[in-house]
């Protein structure tokens, strides 16, 4: 009785701390893949992007197996609790909401956000030059926090959508003046490409509204698997040091570092 109770209590131990770093063989990791070039799909429907080959990488070095799980991003979090799968590695930023409910690791990088509208529309940028325009954000992201926090009183009007993709569609369509958009993402998903052609970025990227954009992209993982987290928090500091962070960063940004301050 007393070997069994033992067993139950050092049972729930390791239920409670999490399972130990050692006992990964597979992480199932959440994507967004709408997110070019950060999380996107090839012509055949394989992940790929920065972000997916920063998790290949930390799954490499950890001689894990990488499970890539696609998710949309108001989801996301919520997914993570439900454990639908163990990480999210997918541009999410650090952000003091978000860290009430995950822990995150460290930054893997870190780019600002700006406002792109349409070139022939008289902005600085500012909340009053932008009112009665309308904007299309993604759900649940920063940039959503942002436009409904410091331009939505303003009267732009801020429009959610499931997915970053779909901003550019309706964009397309005439049915958006504009977005908020992650500088990099926005430039590689829509500004280079001839539907971009007439769209340009206006005011200052807005990096000093930390409490909306945080301190960077980090890896979200749940508060109790403490090991998870700290195997990945080091396997970014390797990647930095080994160079392998440096290689994925010139396969997709060369001559440019978004590891950012």
């Not at 729930?12 to 999380?39: H, Q």
């Amino acid at each position: 009785m007393f070997k069994k109770s033992l067993l139950l209590g050092a049972l729930a131990l390791g239920l409670s701390l999490g399972v130990a770093a050692k006992d990964w063989k597979e992480i199932r990791v959440a994507i967004d893949p709408t997110y070019k070039p950060f999380t996107y799909k090839t012509d055949d429907g394989k992940p790929t992007g920065f972000d997916v080959d920063i998790a290949q990488a930390l799954c490499d070095l950890n001689k894990v197996k990488c499970v890539f799980v696609e998710q949309i991003w108001d989801g996301m979090i919520p997914g993570l609790q439900a454990r639908k799968y163990d990480a999210i590695i997918s541009s999410m930023s650090i952000t003091p909401d978000r860290m009430k409910v995950v822990a995150f690791t460290g930054k893997y990088y870190n780019t600002p956000s700006q406002i792109i509208v349409k070139n022939d529309i008289k902005t600085d940028g500012s909340a009053a030059s932008l009112k009665g325009k309308k904007l299309g954000v993604l759900k649940g992201s920063t940039q959503e926090k942002y436009a409904k926090g410091e331009l939505a009183g303003a009267g732009v009007e801020i429009i959610a959508y499931e997915a970053q993709d779909q901003v550019y569609l309706d964009i397309k369509a005439g049915r958006l003046d504009g977005t908020v958009a992650d500088v990099v993402e926005v430039k590689g998903g829509f500004l280079d490409t001839p539907d971009g052609k007439n769209y340009v970025f206006v005011g200052k990227p807005l990096g000093q509204f930390v409490k909306y954009f945080g301190d960077g992209a980090g890896i979200a993982v749940r508060k109790q698997d403490k090991d998870l987290r700290a195997m990945l928090d080091k396997g970014i500091t390797t990647l930095r040091t080994n160079g392998t962070w440096q290689t994925i960063n010139d396969k997709y940004f060369a001559g440019t570092s978004v590891w950012g301050d």
